[in-house]
Structures are given as structure tokens and as C-alpha cells.
């Protein structure tokens, strides 16, 4: 079963815009949180303050929450 914070980068990824570049986006998130997300495995598992990070940070960029 896949990791909380893989399945949530998968759901990045698809809501990258055509016109943006996925790296672009992921180092975004990178800078905010303080962990590549371009190394993110399926089994990786962060802590539930990571993960409540993450989900500001995504929100903060794509103005959501996914």
C-alpha cells in the first residue's frame, strides 16, 4: 500500500498545469516543506506534522487543498 505523502504527490502531479514544469512545482513544495518531493517513494513514510506541512504547502501553491 502506498504512503500518504506518495499518494499525495501523485495528486500534485496531475494537477500540474500544461504550462507549468513538474520540477518547477515539486522544488516549490521543496522549499516549503524541507523535503524532496522528487525522491518521494511509494513506501516513504513522513510524520503527521510533515505531512500537515505538505498539505499547507500545497494549498499555499496550487489554492487548494487536494
Do not use: C, H
Amino acid at each position: 500500500m502506498a504512503s500518504k505523502i506518495f499518494l499525495l504527490k501523485k495528486k500534485v502531479l496531475k494537477e500540474i498545469p500544461n504550462d507549468e514544469l513538474p520540477w518547477k512545482v515539486l522544488g516549490r513544495l521543496m522549499i516549503k516543506t524541507g523535503f524532496s518531493w522528487g525522491t518521494i517513494k511509494e513506501n516513504e513514510d513522513v510524520t503527521p506534522q510533515q505531512y500537515e506541512k505538505a498539505l499547507l504547502a500545497v494549498k499555499e501553491i496550487f489554492g487548494k487543498r487536494l
